[in-house]
Each structure stands twice: as C-alpha cells, then as structure tokens.
C-alpha cells in the first residue's frame, strides 16, 4: 500500500517571511489521480518540489511509503517520479531524441509509440527550430503547445509511479487539451498522478481535487 503522506507540513522560501505551508496535510494514495487547484502563486509548484525534495520541509513530516523521505535516496525518488512543467526544455537534436530523454534505454519503435500518444510523431526527425507544424508552416519552430506535447511524450516513455503534472495543457486550446487528457487517462491506469491547474476542464481527469487556500489543502472534490 505505496502512499505520499504529508503529515502537517510547514514550509517556507528562506529567503521569503510569508509562509507557503502551515500544518498542510494530504495523503495520496497509489493510482490516486489527484488535482491541486488554486490562486497564482499560491504555493501550488512549491508543493510538488517538496515531493521532488527540490526542498525540504519545515516543519511536519513528508513520508513516502511510510519512509521520511529524508531518507529516501534521490536517486530512487527521481527514478519514481516524473515532472511535467510548463516549460519543456528541449536541445538541438531531433524531436525523437528530444523525447528519448525520458527513458534512454527505449527502442525508437518504443519513442514513436509514446510520441504518437502525445500526438507528436509526424515531424519526428526534425530539429525543433525546423520543425514543420501540424498546421504545415514550413520551417517554423516548435510552438509552445508542441513542446508541452514532447514534455508528455517524454513523460508516456518513463512510466514512472509517479507523474506530476504542472499545467501540462496551459498552452493548448480546449480541443487539443481535451485530446491530450484523453491520452494521459489511458496511459496511467496504474500511476499516481499528482496535477496542478487552474482550468477547471483540465482537472476533469482526476479523481479528487484539493484546493490550496490559507496555506492548507482542502478537499472540495
Ligand atoms: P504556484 O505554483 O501556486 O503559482 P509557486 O509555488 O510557484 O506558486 O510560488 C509560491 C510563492 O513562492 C510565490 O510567491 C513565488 O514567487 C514564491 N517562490 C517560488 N519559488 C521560490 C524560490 N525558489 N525562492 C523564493 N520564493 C519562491
Ligand atoms: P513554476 O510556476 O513552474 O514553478 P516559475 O516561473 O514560478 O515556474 O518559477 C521558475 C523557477 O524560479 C522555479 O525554480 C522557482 O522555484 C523559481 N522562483 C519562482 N519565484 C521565485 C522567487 N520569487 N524567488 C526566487 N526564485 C523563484
């Protein structure tokens, strides 16, 4: 019975007096797909570095599969767990090794079959600043939303226990979105997914939605 417990967590930026978290508690379950909503800049990003251990907490326990996760190695937690941010970082190779980052050790029928998922795959070979969109403008760049697309692709290879996904669909339009979301369902039976998002249509997939508010986490769905 894996589980993510925060346990009345406290936490703040050093270099920052207003605190971000004060005894915020969740337990997140294994398969649980959980929504985090809630104001801009509120602490939403901040929460899941805690699980990342991007920083450590204050005050309260973090316990991953009832461990402090003080004492979880990094190298196990970054192999549990994989982020999907806003921005994608992409380097100057095609958009098949773009995507190859996610899981090294895959075979390119392996990257093609995730990049399809992520509805990516129709300009595999090319460079992302000579990328031709799906729009057909030859010799563009890829868009933002494209690049969202290869974060997800990336993501659909290492099938991680854990996916977090901070606004994953902010640069598509709904249709697109809604296609995307589709396609992260089907690809994550077993996993937990731990999403942030203001829209309302993008939690839609998720099973339980917390709100952030007063530095706590509350259930509203
Ligand atoms: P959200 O994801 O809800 O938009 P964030 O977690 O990104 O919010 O940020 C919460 C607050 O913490 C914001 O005021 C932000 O400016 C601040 N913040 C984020 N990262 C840092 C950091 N590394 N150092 C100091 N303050 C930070
Ligand atoms: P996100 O919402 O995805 O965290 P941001 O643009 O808010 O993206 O933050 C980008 C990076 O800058 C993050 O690593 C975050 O921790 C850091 N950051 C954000 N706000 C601040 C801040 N006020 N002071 C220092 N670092 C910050």
Redesign the pocket.
Known sequence: NESIDYKEVDFGYNNRTETILEEASITINKGDKLALIGESGIGK?TFVKLLMRFWDVKGGTLTIDGKNIKEVATSSLRDSQTLV??ETFLFNESILDNIRLGNPKASKEEVIVAAKKASIHDFIMSLPHQYESRVGELGSSVSSGEKQRIGLARAFLRQSDVLIL?EPTSNLDTLNESEILKAIKENSKEQTIVLISHRKSTTAICDKVYKLENKKLIQTV
Do not use: F, L, P
Request: aromatic share 0%.
């Open positions: 990003s941010s806003q901070d």
